[in-house]
């Protein structure tokens, strides 16, 4: 898969709110009232990454989940990675 223009980047964290480019990635956190409910997030993720068989950074601490996505492969960001931040917001919604 191709890597992303500056451009297509721009464009992209524009229809992501909350997402922040930092070098090759792309990083949102999350915050939930209990780990409970952050780990619940992190399952519902984790079904989503698999169907789309690319996979996120996870990191959890207590009530925030942190997600990066970067196609390592390519060396950078691509579509998987703009349509799976999609799906992690809408898994984030419940």
Known sequence: ???LTEQEIAAGLEKLPGWSREGNAIR???????????IRFV???AVEADLADHHPDID??????????STH???G????????????DAAARG
């Open 60 to 69: 959890v601490r207590w009530t925030m989940v942190t997600m990066t996505l």
């Open 73 to 75: 492969s390519a060396g």
């Open 77 to 88: 960001l691509t579509r998987k990675d703009f349509a799976l931040a999609a799906a992690i």
């Open 28 to 38: 949102r956190n999350y915050t939930f009232p209990t780990f409970a409910e952050g």
């Open 43 to 45: 399952d519902r993720v």
């Open 1 to 3: 898969m191709a890597k």
